[in-house]
C-alpha cells in the first residue's frame, strides 16, 4: 500500500493551499484517515482526521474553522483544504490510513494509522 501526498508549497500568509493524497496499491478500504504535520525541531501533531464509520471529522483546536478534510472514495483520495494559513502551520505534512475504524477517543493519536505517506512541505511566509 502506498500513500502518495502532495499539493505542498510556498505561500503568504493568509493565503490557501489544497492537500492531496492518493492511495494505491490497496485491495482494502482505509475506514480511519488523517493528516499530521511535523514542524521543524518539533513531535508530529494531529492535524485532521476523516473517519468513514458516521462519516466523521476531527480537527486539532488550531485549524477548526481554517481547514477541511474530505475524501473521495471513487478515488481513493483523502484532501486537505487549507485557508487562512498561518506562518505557524508550516511544517511537513503527511497523510496517513488505516483499514481500521478508529474510536473517537483515539482518532487522534499516530499509533491508529499503519499506513503513512512520504509527506508534503508547506511554507507559510509572514
Request: hydrophobic share 35%; glycine share 10%.
Amino acid at each position: 500500500v502506498q500513500l502518495q501526498a502532495s499539493g505542498g508549497g510556498l505561500v503568504q500568509a493568509g493565503g490557501s493551499l489544497r492537500l492531496s493524497c492518493v492511495i494505491s496499491g490497496s485491495t482494502f478500504r482505509m475506514d480511519g484517515m488523517a493528516w499530521f504535520r511535523q514542524a521543524p525541531e518539533k513531535e508530529r501533531e494531529f492535524v485532521a482526521a476523516s473517519r468513514q464509520r458516521g462519516s466523521s471529522t476531527f480537527y486539532t483546536d488550531s485549524v477548526k474553522g481554517r481547514f477541511t478534510i474530505s475524501r473521495d472514495n471513487a478515488k481513493n483520495a483523502l484532501y486537505l483544504q487549507m485557508n487562512s494559513l498561518k506562518p505557524e502551520d508550516t511544517a511537513v505534512y503527511y497523510c496517513a490510513g488505516s483499514p481500521n475504524s478508529p474510536i473517537t477517543s483515539a482518532v487522534r493519536s499516530a499509533q491508529q494509522y499503519g499506513h503513512w505517506g512520504q509527506g508534503t512541505l508547506v511554507t507559510v511566509s509572514s
